[in-house]
């Protein structure tokens, strides 16, 4: 059973790091994009950063170029999110994503995405 597994999440002052990670099971990263998103209610989900399948390609909303920095270790099947000078805006649920597929590149486009993990929540607070 393909399944992924966000963690990391929890409550940060401004200014501070944490790291996601996502556990995939049941399949093997190295063949899929993998993108990380976050949503807030009342908003639609967006794309934050994504990795290509072979892992040499990254892609980032503006909002956070600078700041997020994501990878891979294929070894433990698990896509990170690095997040840097966190801001009270990066208050969300995120979310991991997979999509099998061949070619270069990633895209950050929710609709482009086949499987989702449960999400972690970030709160970005004083």
């Known amino acids: 059973q393909l399944q992924l597994v966000e963690s990391g999440g929890g409550l940060v002052q401004p200014g501070g790091s944490l790291r996601l990670s996502c556990a995939a099971s049941?399949?093997?990263?190295?063949?899929?994009?993998t993108g990380w998103f976050r949503q807030v209610p009342g908003k639609e989900r967006e794309g934050v950063s994504c990795?290509?399948?072979?892992?040499?390609?990254?892609n980032y909303a503006d909002s956070v170029k600078g700041r997020f920095t994501i990878s891979r270790d294929n070894a433990k099947n698990t896509v990170y999110l690095q997040i840097t000078n966190l801001k009270p805006e990066d208050t969300a649920v995120y979310y991991c994503?997979?999509?099998?597929?061949?070619?270069?590149?990633?895209?950050?486009?929710?609709?482009?995405?086949?499987?989702w993990g449960q999400g972690t929540q970030v709160t970005v607070s004083s």
């Open positions: 994503a997979a999509r099998p597929t061949t070619r270069l590149g990633c895209t950050i486009q929710v609709p482009a995405y086949d499987y």
């Open positions: 049941g399949f093997t990263l190295t063949s899929y994009a």
């Open positions: 990795i290509s399948y072979r892992g040499d390609m990254t």
